[in-house]
Every structure is written in C-alpha cells, then in structure tokens.
DNA sequence: ATGAAAGCGCTAACAA
DNA sequence: TTGTTAGCGCTTTCAT
C-alpha cells in the first residue's frame, strides 16, 4: 500500500495534525519535532496524496492551459504555442504547479473541455494562449468568474482581466518605421485572418507611421484565396512598393516565395519585415528581418501571473506589456538614399 | 457553496448511495429512480468532484504526456509535438480522460515533474512523446513499473514494453527506394543527432535499398558543426550524388538551402528525400518529397493504447505499426533512364 | 432495489 | 506546541 500521513505520524509517535504541520512547514511545530517527523518521511518515502489534499483544501495546484481550436491558424503549424507551453511548464516546476492541457477540434468540444475542468475542480485557473474577438471560451470564463489569464489583447472587459499582450500597435508601427528608417516610401502591410486582433492592431500601428511620415497607406491585404493574390498582384504593379509589413513570419515565407515567382527579388526588389522571430525566420535564405515579440517572456508572465493571482485574488487586474524589438536580418534593403 | 452528492440525495429523497450508483448507471438501480435522481442532478447542476472521486476511486482519470527536454532536438522548433498533443486531446476528450503536461528545461527538472505526477497520483499512466537512447525518464517509469506507452523505438525492455511506432527501417528503405525507381544510383544520407533511435534505424534501411540493388552505401552525414560542412562538401564533390535522403524535413530546408548556395539546383542536380511531412515541406519551393509518417495516428493510437491499457491492465503488451508513405512532391528529379 | 455507514488521505478548528 | 476529531465529496460494503 501506499504510504499516508497516519504511517508517517505512526513512525514519528505523533498526531497526523503535526505530520500535516510539518508538512507546511508550520511555525507552530517546533524544530525538533519537524526533524524527526521528516525522518519519517524520508524512511517511508512519503508523498502527500495530490487528491486528498484537493479535497481539504479546494484547491488543486494545477492550471489549465487553452489552446486555440486547429481551425483558427492551426496551432499545430504554430511553433509559438509548444515554446509558451515549454515556458509554462518551467514556471510551474518551479512552484509547483501541474499543467493540465484543454484543447479540441471544434469550439465547442474546447469549451466542453474547459468546462469539465472547472466543474470537476482540476484546475484552478487557466491561461488562454490565444485571442481571438468573440471568443466563446472567454466568455464562458468571464461569466464564471473563473480565473484565468488572457495572452494577447482582450476584445471586451479589458479593464476586468488580466492579460499579458506586447504593445502590438506600437509593433506595427516600429516594423514599418524600420522600413521607413531604411528609406522606404511605398510600403504596403499583408496581414491574416481578420479576426485576430493582434492584425488589426499592427496595421493600425503600420498606419500611425505612414501617417506621421506623411507617407501614402494603403489598405491591408490577404493572401489566401485567388482573389487575394489578384489584388496583391494589381497593388504590386499600381503601386511599386518597396517595402511590406508582413503581419507573421509564416506569411512572409509565403509572400517572398510569391514574389521569387513573380521575379522580384527580395530584398533586392522587395523589402520584408515580419514578427514574431519564430523558426521561420532563419529556415531559409534571405532571412527574415522581424520583429521578436519575446514569446517565452510572454508565456512566463502568464503563467506567474496566474499563480500570482490565484494566491492573492485580492491584486488589483494588472496586465502586463511585455517589449519587443526589430531582429535585423536579410530581407530589409537600405534604399540609395540620394536616389 | 458547490452542489455535492448530498444536495442531490436530499433533493430526489434517496441516498447518496444511490446517486453515486446513478451516476455510474448501475444495473442495481431501477429505472425510476435513476430517472428521478438525473432530473434532481440536472435541477441543481450537479458535477462530480474529481479530487473526491479520485480519493475514493484511486484512480484520476487522466494521463500525462511527457515531451522531450529541450536540448533535445528542441521541441518548440519541432511542429510534430504540438500535433501530437492535440491528437491525443481529442481521444482524451472523447473518453472523458484529461490531459497532464510534464516538461522541463533539464532531464532531471523533468524527471522530478514525472515522479510527482505520479507519487502524488495526479495521473493514471503516461505517455512518453520521443524516444531517445538510455533515457533516465523511461528508466524511471519503466523500473516504478508506471503504466505508460513509448511513441517511438524502444531502444531495451523492447518485449515489456507498450509502444507505437512506424517502422522505420522501411520508411528509410522505401524512401531510398523512391530514388532508385527514379533513377538515381549514387545516394548519400543525411542524418540527425545518431543518439535518435530513429535516424539509425532509417540510415540502416537505406543501407539495405542500396545493398539490395547493388549499389554503393555512403556512411552517415551531418549537417551541424563546420566540419561536418566540410565533410559534405568532400562527400559531394567525391561522389557526385544524384540523391540525398534527409532524416528530417526541417534539415532538409537547410540541406536544400546549403545546396542553392552552392549552386546546386534541387531538384535538377540533386534530388532530396526526406521524413515526416511537416509543415516544413510545403514552405518553398521546391516543395519537399518527403515520407509522411502519419503523426496524428501515431499520437491517436498512443492515446487509445494507453487508456485502454489502464482500463485493462492484463492485455498483453501490444505494440503498433503505423504505416507510412511517400508524397511526391518537387524536391526529386526522375532521371533519364537511357542516359 | 435501496440505505447506512465506513473509509479514501489530508486539513484545520478546537481542545488541551 | 501538540493532539483529537470532524469534515472535504465520493464509493462501496454490508444490511435490509
């Protein structure tokens, strides 16, 4: 059988109140006991049970952390949520937290999930990897009053939730003053799936820089149906950019590779600046020049958050911006700049 | 205050015998009462607790997946991870399992999070993401006697052990193969860090195509300090090789990247094969002929062989093949055959 | 077919 | 400073 605290208070010769104590390092037990009861300990090999604690205490050590469905930018292509995980996972070594994983193929298998762990009590709290605009997890999670922390910008009850996110605006508007900085004048910005607020938020950013510079923006533009390619080809021969915004790393690939079709060299013909500085970034040449929105910080910050918050659920609903800064690599050209 | 079992007794007249009986459809209860007992439960919006069902049951119905540590061909890089994950996710969902995370920076930080998964009874039964020569983590499960399912090539205790594999000595066989029906005869091998299970075990069904036509086996090339460059560079300019087989699409982005620049065109001067069809395979073009081997089956599988395992602890201890297959794409010439 | 009650292993209020 | 004991919510044996 397993080893519990009646055994251990057993071998110490005294109550399982002291052993429990011991266990807490309660400054109510004096040093001596506390020795000797973890001599017990270690003679027995003894390890709290994580339930019956559970049960006493209501209170699991354990977040729950959300992955996005596939179908929104299938995460499974997305190397930045395995890194955040990885991150989550060292800060809750460290304080000893579990990690316990919701994910499903459709929403409402994930909200489905969710909630199971949050009925059931698995999980104290959750982190959100992902910001998406009427996002029904969230809502579940606001309407529960459940704990929870948001990586990225939330859509509503900003000031009723934590959230970790960078300054995605001021991103957007620092790739493109990058370009702006190496001489660019016609600069055009390719961004994803609307939905995602981080875009609309790095193409305002993209635009609060052309505006100051007083420099012609140009609407944003996709790059997934025909039709798309149609308009970026027409944008390309109207309008002979120099440079492009490229909302990921993933897309830029995809752009240059686009453009290597059409004869147009990059950077040569075509600046690129993209963000995230994932493994995209440096697969093949040109390089990436991109904007690192430091991932690993952001997923650290969640997660202490988080554990922060459960502790003290009395903290005022803090949100944390983490930087982030341009990785100069091959794709960006310094125009003649007496041309 | 939560709605126990005992809110649910009271509100149907019964005991909580007879919930708990109802909840788990017991043939002892007669239909009208369980039929009263379910509209008590769905009136109050009961839910089981999961740390007092476990404490009773000593059973949680969850399981943990182990990923790889990061120095190991890091897994934040590696896009087949995060789907495998999510695979297993949806066999969890669907079998009312949960989803437990072990990761850690060092082997040993892992390890420590494994064994307190399981002292602590957190987690049913594991399964372990890589397979990786004398890992101490398969030691510690294996010698604890933990339940838990390999995915990949157990490298000892082969016939005690639950594992899902592909086989992939005939994966690199039948990649090789592709080359030779394509015409190819001068064939070199590019492989991964040799602690990998796998990378030997593909080398040697490379080694038994080319044995098998009659035809020269280069040894085993690397493609990560500057001597290994060096020695690729002899081995291509000695051999003058019409074909590579790459252990990894990833290192096959950096092969054919390596090859362009010095002005080898892929596929005209040298075709590639590689494994795994990854996200990567389809980045650029040339888009990669590489060897699907099906992770989310391998994953899903996994999933379903260790629940069922739990379940049915005195099933023989099976392992599964996943089949794989070639997917032709861009990066493999067809050589003139009357050349 | 149903109920009473004794645990599962731990915590914390109360007593000493 | 330490011990006693009543829960935490659920399962299951043993009665009935």
Redesign the pocket.
């Known amino acids: 059988?397993?080893v519990?605290?009646?055994d251990v208070a057993k071998e110490a010769?005294?109550?399982?109140?002291?052993v429990?104590?011991t266990?807490?390092d309660s400054?109510?037990?004096?040093e001596?006991?506390k020795i000797k009861v973890r001599a017990a300990m270690a003679k027995l090999g003894y390890t709290?049970?994580f339930a019956?604690?559970n049960?006493?205490?209501?209170s699991t050590r354990t977040i729950g952390v959300i992955l996005p469905v596939a179908t929104m930018g299938n995460p499974a292509q997305n190397p930045l949520f395995l890194e955040m995980i990885q991150e989550i996972g060292v800060v809750c070594n460290e304080k000893k937290y579990m990690i316990s994983l919701a994910t499903g193929k459709t929403l409402d298998e994930l909200k489905d999930s969710v909630r199971l762990m949050h009925q059931r009590k698995l999980v104290d709290g959750f982190i959100l990897l992902y910001s998406e605009a009427n996002d029904p997890i969230r809502k579940f999670l606001h309407e529960g009053k459940i704990p929870y922390v948001l990586v990225g910008k939330p859509d509503i009850y900003e000031n009723e939730t934590l959230y970790i996110d960078n300054d995605n605006r001021l991103t957007g508007k620092n790739a493109t003053e990058w370009l702006l900085q190496n001489g660019h004048t016609q600069i055009g910005y390719i961004g994803l799936t609307p939905s995602q607020l981080v875009d609309k938020l790095r193409y305002e950013g993209y635009r609060d820089a052309l505006l100051e510079a007083d420099l012609e923006v140009f609407p944003e533009l996709s790059f997934e149906t025909s039709a798309d390619f149609e308009g970026f080809q027409t944008f390309i021969t109207e309008n002979k950019p120099t440079g492009l915004v490229v909302a990921d790393d993933r897309l830029a690939l995809q752009v240059r590779e686009y453009l290597q079709q059409q004869h147009l060299r990059v950077p040569e013909d075509i600046s690129l600046i993209s963000f995230n500085n994932s493994v995209f970034a440096t697969l093949s040449h040109p390089f990436l020049t991109t904007v690192d929105i430091h991932v690993k910080e952001l997923a650290k910050q969640a997660a202490m958050l988080i554990i922060h918050y459960l502790q003290e659920p009395e903290t005022l609903m803090s949100k944390v911006i983490v930087p982030h800064e341009v990785v100069e690599r091959e794709t960006v050209k310094k125009m003649n700049q007496n041309a």
């Not at 010769?13 to 002291?18: E, F, Q």
């Not at 400054?27 to 004096?30: E, G, Q, T, V």
């Open positions: 059988m397993t519990t605290i009646k010769g005294v109550a399982t109140s002291t429990s104590r266990l807490k400054p109510l037990i004096s001596t006991t709290p049970n019956a604690q049960l006493a205490n209501k």
